[in-house]
């Protein structure tokens, strides 16, 4: 069965710290897709990065960075130089190729940064 | 510009009433989503449709109801059969329903109160 654990809750930090968020995945697919999202307070989920699982190439984009594992089954998140603008909540999310479409999303992270 | 527009943003209910709320999009993507967020449980999928006049339920669906009567317009009913129906609702979208690299669009969101 298909699952995506962020054992990370809660993180808080200070402005300019850096930040990695966990994400952990399970499948049986040999193909599929994993994603982040961000829910500022304002409660609308945002994209920010999309991988598919024959693509391990960490991914940098401004102040974030994306290290996928496959032997690891992990897909984790990098905030580098954090500002208060990413407090928010962070969810990891996994889809299958293809068929009946469903994502399956992770509890999400809430990280707090402190000016 | 495009996107998806929920509404209302806050809604309270008595117990025994039914609720509907709103979810229209003018992305011209064939699949729509509901989602239910509860704290620290992240997102539940409560119903989808891939193409107009179908959908299908997803993980938590006893309790609400939903129509695809329109490509833009996908409401959803909160009835009263519905034990424990305070929680923020999501809407989304996505180009199709049928590939799970697509990315999700959302709204967002509605909060619903039971009094």
């Known amino acids: 069965a298909q699952k995506v654990t962020q054992a990370q809750t809660e993180i808080s930090v200070v402005e300019k710290e850096d930040v990695t968020l966990d994400c952990v995945y399970e499948?049986?697919?040999?193909?599929?897709?994993l994603f982040w999202y961000k829910q500022p307070p304002s409660g609308e989920l945002v994209f920010l990065i999309r991988?598919?699982?024959?693509?391990?190439q960490n991914e940098i984009s401004g102040r974030y960075s994306w290290n996928f594992q496959k032997s690891t089954s992990s897909f984790n998140f990098t905030i580098t130089a954090s500002q208060v603008v990413d407090s928010a909540v962070y969810f990891c999310?996994?889809?299958?190729?293809?068929?009946?479409?469903?994502?399956?999303f992770g509890t999400g992270t809430r990280l707090k940064v402190l000016a | 510009d495009g996107g998806i527009t929920q509404s209302p943003k806050y809604l309270f209910r008595k117990e025994g009433q039914n609720v509907t709320l709103s979810c229209e999009q003018n992305?011209?993507?064939?699949?729509m989503y509901w989602y239910r967020q509860d704290p620290g449980q992240g997102l539940r999928l409560i119903y989808y449709?891939?193409?107009?006049?179908?959908?299908q339920k997803g993980d938590i669906a006893e309790g609400y109801s939903v129509s695809r009567e329109k490509k833009e317009s996908f409401p959803l009913t909160v009835t009263s059969a519905q034990k424990n129906p305070t929680a923020f609702y999501l809407c989304?979208?996505?180009?199709?329903?049928?590939?799970?690299?697509?990315?999700?669009?959302f709204g967002a969101g509605s909060r619903l109160t039971v009094l």
């Open positions: 991988r598919n699982s024959f693509d391990e």
């Open positions: 449709s891939q193409i107009v006049n179908d959908f």
């Open positions: 999310a996994l889809s299958e190729a293809g068929g009946t479409y469903k994502y399956i």
């Open positions: 992305l011209n993507h064939d699949a």
């Open positions: 499948t049986r697919d040999t193909t599929y897709y």
């Open positions: 989304a979208s996505s180009l199709d329903g049928f590939l799970g690299a697509n990315v999700l669009t």
